[in-house]
C-alpha cells in the first residue's frame, strides 16, 4: 500500500515525537524558513542536533514516532513523502 505523508508539526519547549504511533516513512524533513529559532532534534545518543531555519533532509524507510523535536514554541517542521509497505 502506498499513502502520501503532508504534516505539518508545530514544536514546543519540549521534546515530542514527530508522529504518535509508529509510521514507516521515505521523503524528506524540513525546518520552516521563517522559523524564529533553530529546531532541535534528538540525536541517537540523546544530544541536540539544531536545524537552522530553512534546513532540510531527505530520509528513507524511518519510522517518525522515533524522531524526536524541540524549539521555540511556534515554530515548525513539515514531513512530505510516504509510506511504500
Known amino acids: ?21 509508529r509510521l514507516v516513512c521515505s521523503g524528506t524533513i524540513s525546518a520552516l524558513p521563517n522559523n524564529v529559532g533553530e529546531v532541535f532534534f534528538k540525536g541517537d545518543d540523546g544530544s541536540d542536533v539544531p536545524w537552522l531555519a530553512g534546513e532540510w533532509h531527505r530520509v528513507v524507510s524511518v519510522d517518525l ?6 524549539g521555540t514554541p511556534g515554530d515548525a517542521v513539515t514531513i512530505i513523502g510516504g509510506t511504500w509497505e
Open 65 to 70: 514516532s522515533e524522531i524526536f523535536v524541540r
Open 1 to 21: 500500500m502506498n499513502n502520501l505523508i503532508m504534516r505539518k508539526i508545530v514544536v514546543t519547549a519540549e521534546y515530542q515525537p514527530l508522529v504518535a504511533g
